[in-house]
């Protein structure tokens, strides 16, 4: 579990990349949530990059083929 800190500002970053979703698609903010908590469990990572693995996740929808 990350620290206050850190979650605030995964908070806001999510919040950032989330903006123009509708409000009922939570598939996807939870997608997105999912890759920026990855991003930070595999190590120290700057908000740009927090950014753009959020962005990235919005654009690659998961399939169930590798």
Known sequence: M???ETA???RAVLDEV???LAPFDMV???RVAAR???LVRSG???VDDLRQAGRDALIR???MWP
């Open 18 to 20: 989330c903006a123009e």
């Open 61 to 63: 929808v998961p399939t």
């Open 8 to 10: 605030a500002l995964l």
């Open 2 to 4: 990350p620290d206050a």
């Open 36 to 38: 920026l908590n990855d």
């Open 28 to 30: 996807t903010r939870e």
């Open 44 to 46: 120290p990572c700057s």
